[in-house]
């Protein structure tokens, strides 16, 4: 069922969220014309982990996206092996166009040398935004020149296509951190595309703060993490996110009309149950809140339409 919400940051503006589920590829839904955005819509496709195909007014973006084993090969034989629990949906050379690639930090399964390489050599336009902080390591793990690269920071607003204004906000990847320029290592992003507001925290726990920089944007849709975190892993070097409660909060408490829980179902140690967060999403939903859990074969389409204002009198 379509769910229709008002914006506090625009009260003439609904936005309505559809999910459409598909059993074609990826692949071929993307290639397929009649699948493309109408005006005034954004399209998002799950690629697994943090990652999303982004589509809107003829651009296609992505973010945080991770197609590659590179994990599994560098961990292999490990405690943490990163073996996929979950086939990429799509692999670079399957993608017909693309226009731009974001990436919150520099973990691999957000900025992925094995991904972005391919897509970085088969569309030379396309450019990635990346935080400033790392400017030096995503040109690497990108395999490109810095004309390619638009550097960010917490606090910058960057026209990054036509229509499309990108404002990242500091995360937490459990730490809240700065370089010596100020810079933050971490960063989410909230997207308008042309009206359409999303956030994508990438890897956040909750930090003072948080919930007002996200409310100020007053997203449609949060895409937030909900692996949650534990001593053992943050010990052995893999930093976690929000718990399922801490998203809903932050999700509900900043501002955002819709919620899509992702970070899960990758690597065996570093996930939550689909299950668990299928009985969060009905319980939000009884309680007048819209969830979806991220799922592949699946297209989640956000529409907004302007409102009359209603006569006085």
Known sequence: MPMAVTSAGDASALASLHVETFSTS??????????????????????????????????????????????????????????RMMAAPIQPGELDRLDLVLCTHRHTDHMDPGTLQPLAGRFPHARFVVPAAVIDEAGRRCGVGTDRLIPVNAGDRAEILDGCIVSPIASAHETLDRDANGNHPWLGYVINARGVRLYHSGDCIPYPGLKEAMAAYAPHVALLPVNGRDAERSGNGVPGNFTLDEAVALARNGGARAMIAHHYGLFDFNTVSADVIDRRVELEKANGFEMLRAQTGCCVRVNLRKTRARAKG
């Open 26 to 83: 990826l692949r071929e839904r993307l290639l397929d014309p009649c699948s493309a955005p109408q005006a005034g819509e954004v399209r998002l496709y799950w690629l697994g982990q943090a990652g999303f195909v982004i589509e809107f007014g003829g651009f296609r973006m992505l973010i945080d996206p991770y197609l590659s084993d590179s994990l599994a090969e560098k961990y292999q034989g490990t405690e943490f092996p990163h073996t």
